[in-house]
């Protein structure tokens, strides 16, 4: 019992995306702003935002191809080793791209704020350091989705179980008045 998507839904989910990504972006900017303080090298609020911002707000686009990803493939699908195959495979490749698309983001970051900087010198600290912990995060995005669909079918048949029971109440009082 799905129900059609319309485009309002998909604009609500969407503004949903962006919302939780802008939270987790905050709490990291906050983490980033405080650890800096305390270890001596100060931040600006608006330098730990626009990088934290930055890093998450990549992570919000991947987001929706990883959730369409989650959803084709399943862990309780008809093909386990195909979804336990192409899961990895896809991290690897998720992880690259965000790589790519955060190095794209410092270099346009650092030419606004009029330090420029190269593609390769962003992008090789980002590859060594960013690499493992993106395998994480699309981890965790993968299990998130898999966990709200697990939900979503267990109220629908929870629903569909009392549905039944109704049916089969009215059937026993229609017996009954016979």
Do not use: C
């Not at 862990?75 to 195959?85: E, L, Q």
Request: proline share 5%; charged share 15%; no cysteine.
């Amino acid at each position: 019992m799905t129900q059609p998507r319309s485009p309002t839904r998909a604009l609500v989910r969407l503004t949903g995306l962006g919302a939780f990504w802008t939270l987790v972006g905050l709490a990291f900017a906050s983490q980033f702003y405080l650890s800096s303080t305390l270890v001596g090298r100060a931040v600006t609020w608006g330098q730990a935002l626009s990088y934290s911002l930055g890093d998450w707000y990549v992570w919000a686009i991947l987001s929706v191809p990883i959730l369409m990803l989650a959803r084709r493939f399943p862990a309780d699908g008809r093909s386990p080793w195909r979804t336990a195959a192409i899961h990895p495979f896809a991290a690897l490749v998720f992880s690259l791209i965000y790589v790519v698309l955060r190095s794209g983001v410092g270099v346009a970051h650092s030419l606004i704020i009029d330090e420029p900087v190269s593609f390769m010198e962003v992008f090789r600290p980002l590859l060594i350091k960013m690499f493992p912990f993106n395998l994480l995060i699309y981890g965790v995005i993968i299990s998130i989705s898999h966990g709200i669909d697990y939900y979503r079918k267990y109220h629908e048949r929870t629903v569909h179980a009392l549905e039944l029971e109704k049916h089969l109440a009215e059937a026993r009082l229609q017996a009954l008045l016979r």
